[in-house]
């Protein structure tokens, strides 16, 4: 473990997406050991209790693939916790096959990134107001690489579904996100920051049946990174001594990385995502300094 990640905790809340199983469970348990209040957040409910069980936390539900869930869920955050200090999204998913949420949007862009990015914003105000300033942390990946965004087209309905194509764009996405957060919440104690945390053998990719045969095959568990090593970068980030050193930065691993994609370098088109976000999301109310972009986009 980090110096950083031997931070006392105690006193502060965490909020975990995806704690149910895989890295999202290593990562609550090693927030609990530091002294944290963990909100163990999860889809399925009788994992999600048993990490919240084995850790002392609170466990809440909630179905990314339903943006009502996710403003519920925010509400229940808000009612349950006087102060988010962390904010960790980490939930997330590759799909087999193109699925449609019931928003009426493809489901790896909802999941990995509008889900996220919609929570981050209706907690954003509670984390403002934390007395020692607060983090957000997003799970991301290396696929960013390989990703490209179409802001007219982000539910990839213009062109055939590919699973690693969609996963790669939606973790672009999250890249852009979290430096437009990192950009809006300068000066106002929020930061925000972004990691690969390696290929790790988890459940991530639970809707391809082939895949989940593979990650629980003996030579996954002695290729791939365990849960406990994936989780490493987000406790970094999540409790580095100076946030403002890696404010709006993206980790591969536990070194930083200047982004490999143009799109990713692409400040403008971080702030056009961010407006076309909040659409897609019916986000009513905006952080401030947000300009409208140039061009026009149908719902």
Known sequence: MTDGARQDLRGKTVVLTGASSG??????????????????????????????????????????????DVRRLAADLLAAYGRIDILANNAGGIFASRKTSTDGHEMTIQVNYLAPFLLTNLLLDRLAAAPDGARVVNTASMVYRRGRLDLGDLDSTGRRYLSQRAYAQSKLATILFTQELARRMQGEGVTASAFHPGVVATDVSRDSAVSRVLMGSRLARALLSTPDQGAEPLLHLATVGDPQTVNGAYFHRLEPEAPKNDQARDADLARQLWVRSAQLTDLQ?????????SGTWTK
Not at 28 to 57: D, N
Not at 286 to 293: F, H, K, M, S
């Open 285 to 293: 109310v905006l952080p401030p300094q947000v300009a409208e972009p």
């Open 23 to 68: 890295i999202g469970a290593a990562a609550a348990r090693r927030f609990s050991e530091l002294g944290a209040t963990v909100a163990v957040v999860g889809r399925s409910p009788q994992k999600t209790a048993a990490v919240a069980e084995r850790i002392g936390g609170q466990a809440h539900l909630v179905d990314y693939g339903r943006l009502d």
